[in-house]
């Protein structure tokens, strides 16, 4: 008999099987369909020996402390800060835009007061900001936006960014001054041995069992257990009772070049070209040497493994009915991107799982064949 049967082998299954083994000694039964561990944050090493993320890049970034040391006591950690150039019109330009990307953009010398006017003088005031539009339109204006922004989105999203939650964009800052880091947070650092190496540490305890290639359903009947912890798709479980959640998937082309830099940062966005939205070179992430080097391009797609959920308001009011079932559930836990419908990076899929953790163990736990 298992505790716990935990559907999802990636961040938020993961984090929840090593909890409730390593501090309340439960026995866990973790299953994944896939034929790996790590969920989307799977990482490994190609025919080629370098060490490439099958499901497209994922660099850790946070500004929880609590999230950061969770996660070192499974890994140590490799400084990394994340870059990203832009290619628009010809150039290619620091993303998230900033002093430099004007300046090269444009050919001009602003300061970064300047700059401040110069968005100032193109932004367009909104009275209230509700659309992936609102948000860089009334920081800087029209002509960026739509070199940047709006075509990437339209691409990746497969709607017009009026349609989409301002949330979405307003991931992308922008800024007056030179940093052209992608992120600011105070954490950012790579698993210095890989993510799949940080998962192998979490799941390595003798009460906890790793079954891969099977769905939940195929054992949940024969397989005892007490509670479940669910990372799946939220509509999948309830069979679609309501309807399908949008979720956008992405064609992930992997290519390895003989060469042994192929582009001049970790990540190139292409907004207006091709059909793919971005290139990554894996080398620049994991710090890797080697003569050869590994891309991946992703081309978004509607069908599919489902990657993203698409924040807009007619879907949240969908999820808000899946919620409401999976609230009134008993003795199943949905945690993470899929099974609450979030758009979460890593680390707020990790602190979501603890703050699942830190109130499984303030009740009784439930047993169904009781
Ligand atoms: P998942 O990793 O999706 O794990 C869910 C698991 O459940 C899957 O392995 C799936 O196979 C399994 N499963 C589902 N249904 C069943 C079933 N019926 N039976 C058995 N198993 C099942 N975050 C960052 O912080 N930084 C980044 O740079 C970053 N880049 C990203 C790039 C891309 C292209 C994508 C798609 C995501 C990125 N993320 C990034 C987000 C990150 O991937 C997620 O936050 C995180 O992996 C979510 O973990 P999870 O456990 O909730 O879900
Ligand atoms: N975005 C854009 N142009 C860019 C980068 C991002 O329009 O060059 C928009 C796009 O809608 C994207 C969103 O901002 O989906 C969030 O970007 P992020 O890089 O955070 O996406 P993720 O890494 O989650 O795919």
């Known amino acids: 008999m298992f505790d716990y049967l935990i559907v999802g082998a990636g961040f938020s299954g993961s984090v929840l099987a090593e909890r409730l083994a390593s501090q309340l000694g439960k026995k866990v039964l973790v299953c994944d369909r896939r034929n ?89 005031p909104k009275e209230s900001i509700r659309t992936s539009e609102d948000v860089v339109v009334s920081k800087v ?30 991931r992308v800052p922008t800024r007056t001054n030179r940093d052209d880091r992608y992120f600011t947070d105070t954490y950012q650092a790579m698993p210095l041995h890989g993510f799949t190496r940080m998962f192998e540490n979490m799941l390595s305890h003798p009460n906890i069992k790793v079954m891969l290639n099977v769905d939940y359903r195929e054992i949940q009947k024969m397989i005892p257990f007490k509670e479940m912890i669910y990372s799946g798709p939220v509509d999948e479980f309830f069979d679609y009772r309501y309807g399908k959640l949008p979720y956008r998937s992405l064609d992930f082309k992997h290519e390895t070049l003989n060469e042994s830099v192929h582009q001049p940062a970790a ?20 710090g890797q040497e080697h003569t050869k080097t590994s891309l991946v391009y992703e081309y978004p797609k509607a069908e599919g493994d489902p990657y993203y959920p698409v924040p807009r308001p007619e879907n949240a009011e969908l999820y808000k009915q899946y919620k409401a079932l999976a609230d009134s559930t008993p003795g199943v836990h949905f945690v993470g991107r899929l099974a609450t419908y979030k758009y979460y990076n890593m680390d707020q899929v990790v602190a979501q799982a603890l703050s699942v953790y830190a109130k499984i163990t303030e009740r009784p736990s439930w047993h169904p064949e009781e």
């Open 36 to 124: 790996h561990i790590g969920g989307n944050a799977y990482d490994h090493y190609n025919d080629a020996g370098i060490l490439v993320h099958k499901y497209g890049p994922h660099i850790f970034h946070t500004n929880s402390r609590d999230v950061f040391e969770y996660l070192s006591n499974f890994t140590e950690w490799r400084r990394y800060e994340h870059r990203v150039l832009a290619s628009v019109d010809g150039q290619l330009v620091p993303m998230p835009i900033n002093l430099d990307t004007i300046n090269k953009l444009y050919g001009l010398n602003l300061t970064s007061f300047e700059l401040n006017d110069f968005f100032a003088s193109v932004a367009e």
């Open 141 to 170: 204006g029209r002509e960026l936006y739509e070199k940047f922004f709006r075509n990437y989105t339209i691409k990746q999203w497969g709607i017009d960014p009026s349609e989409l939650d301002k949330s979405v964009t307003a």
């Open 267 to 286: 990540v190139v966005n292409y907004p207006n070209e091709h059909l793919y939205t971005r290139v990554t070179e894996f080398k620049y992430l994991t």
